[in-house]
């Protein structure tokens, strides 16, 4: 077995670089020998940071120059109530957070749902995208090239899919901007979330392009994706999965559990989420739907960045008056973009592996698909209960106490 004193001295001799210590010992001593050069560089312990529960081989695929791993305490909220396209009946929902006081006001908003008979939630579209940019000499050369896709796409699809045995391209857009063309396409990547997939493929594709008309590739990815970056365009068309769960909550279940009217909630949601997001020029008009998916994306092994488009959500309460003069709650929240996937990437580490067998979603669905389907629709209701106790809490004016009482 090689000494990781021994790695540490070759590499402060310059005889190994950082990255290649793999290439010498077995993954754990690789790991273990970079602790060591940084607790000497910089006089510090990493004994926390060193005590992983998962062989560091199983993560080769997620992360290099690996020294141990981050620890985010995970809690459960639940069960979630779901009636969706996808996912039925009660669902344990997993999310690692360090906000105090977050799965106890899920877990509350959960309660109230669950009491009213439960949540709804459909997946309205799919399609993940990758939209290469390419140079012309100007806009006639631009209209040809536009042209060609329009009338090539089984063209494009069939090089696209070449590179994969999941994914399917479903639209190529072509955008034009002076003498750059972007295409943006859209693929179904099943239980894949697929930005690899997207890409690779996406690359097979521009190649023909640029074979079959005068556009030159300039960068396989252009930002009209647009990933992990806050974007119109993802909350018009939407990137990854677009979701929604909906609930219908007696008033008299909204003055019991919440100690507010839905007059209330519905007022507070316009001026908050509504009114006040657009003067705030918010491309989400939400009160926290990113607490819940991030949470929920470190559970589950997600790629955390994409949080960003995730939190384009649209929240909407609304006060119905009932044939006896009573109010219900109508409560909503939309997810434009929600990119997750129950294959690949992240889910694959154990600890995650272990959180989507909670869920019951580990690995592909039957058919293909359903499992990141089933996986959207959960989230999306446990947002709805995060956006229905914040809501809740604020038009009581108890958001305060509350986090008092929690101590945090």
């Known amino acids: 077995m090689t000494d990781p004193e021994d790695l540490v001295e070759r590499v402060r001799d310059g005889e190994l670089r ?5 290439d010498h010992a077995d993954h754990d001593t690789a790991a273990e020998a970079r602790r060591l050069l940084l607790e000497r560089e910089t006089d510090t312990e990493l004994e926390a940071i060193g005590d992983y529960a998962f062989p560091a081989e199983a993560a080769e695929p997620n992360i290099e120059n690996m020294i141990g791993a981050a620890q985010v305490p995970m809690g459960v909220v639940g069960p979630v109530p779901v009636s969706g396209g ?30 009213a008979g439960g949540a709804d939630a459909r997946v309205t579209k799919n399609g993940m995208t990758r939209a290469p940019v390419f140079r ?28 994969t045995s ?12 002076g003498d750059s063309v972007y295409l943006r396409f859209a ?35 252009g930002n009209l994706c647009s990933d992990k970056k806050p974007a119109a365009i993802n909350a018009v068309e939407g990137r990854g999965r677009s979701v929604t769960a909906d609930a219908v909550i007696p008033g008299e279940l909204v003055e019991e559990r919440l ?16 009114t006040g997001s657009a003067k705030a020029g918010s491309l989400g008009f939400n009160a926290h739907a990113a607490n819940v998916v991030a949470a929920a994306f470190l559970a589950t092994g997600q790629d955390e960045a994409q949080v960003v488009e995730a939190a384009n959500a649209i929240t909407t309460m609304d006060a119905r008056e009932r044939d006896d003069g009573t109010t219900d709650l109508y409560a909503s929240v939309s997810l434009a973009s929600l990119e997750v996937g129950t294959v690949g990437g992240g889910t694959k580490l154990p600890t995650q592996a272990e959180a989507l067998e909670v869920l019951g979603l580990r690995g592909g669905g039957d058919p293909p698909g359903s499992n990141a389907d089933a996986l959207a629709e959960i989230i999306a209701v446990g947002a709805l209960a995060g956006e229905l106790s914040l809501l809740g809490a604020l038009s009581s004016r108890h958001l305060a106490s509350a986090h008092e009482d929690l101590g945090r």
């Open 166 to 177: 999941h994914g399917e391209l479903i639209d190529v857009e072509p955008y034009v901007v």
């Open 86 to 115: 996808a996912a039925t009946g009660d669902h344990y929902l997993p999310l690692a957070t360090t906000e105090g006081a977050l799965l106890a006001s899920v877990n509350r908003g959960l309660g109230v749902i669950r009491s």
């Open 259 to 274: 100690h507010t009217t839905p007059e209330a909630i519905a007022e507070a949601n316009t001026r908050k989420n509504l």
């Open 136 to 163: 012309v000499a100007g806009v006639a050369e631009a209209a040809e090239t536009v042209e060609w896709v329009n009338e090539n796409t089984e063209a494009l699809a069939e090089a696209a899919e070449s590179t």
């Open 18 to 22: 950082l990255h290649e210590l793999e």
């Open 187 to 221: 693929y179904d990547t099943k239980d894949a979330m697929g930005m690899n997939m997207a890409t690779i493929a996406t690359g097979e594709a521009c190649e023909i392009v640029e074979a079959e008309t005068p556009a030159d590739l300039v960068a396989l990815s």
